[in-house]
């Protein structure tokens, strides 16, 4: 499973980190919050191949991209 981010969504995170003048430690805090939900939810999925993380997810007005991959067909 491969993870991309958005650079709109880098940006995003760190304008949170700034505003609440946390440094590294709050950059962690701000992606564990909103990454949250993900971490619990994927690893029961087996067919996600790729997941995008978008400045309107940081923002929290939206969800993040996921794409499946292709079921194999068995004969």
């Given at each position: 499973?491969?993870l991309?981010?958005?650079?709109?969504a880098?940006?995003?995170?760190?304008?949170?980190?700034?505003k609440?003048?946390s440094g590294?430690?709050g950059?962690?805090?701000?992606?564990?919050s909103?990454?949250?939900?993900?971490m619990?939810?994927?690893?029961?999925?087996?067919n996600?191949?790729?997941?995008v993380?978008?400045?309107?997810?940081?923002?929290?007005?939206?969800?993040?991209?996921i794409?499946?991959?292709?079921?194999?067909?068995?004969?």
């Open positions: 499973m491969e991309e981010f958005a650079d709109e880098i940006s995003a995170v760190a304008e949170i980190a700034l609440r003048e590294a430690r950059l962690r805090s701000v992606l564990e909103i990454m949250l939900d993900l619990y939810e994927i690893p029961s999925k087996k996600v191949s790729r997941i993380i978008t400045e309107e997810m940081i923002k929290g007005l939206d969800k993040p991209k794409v499946y991959s292709k079921e194999e067909k068995t004969a």
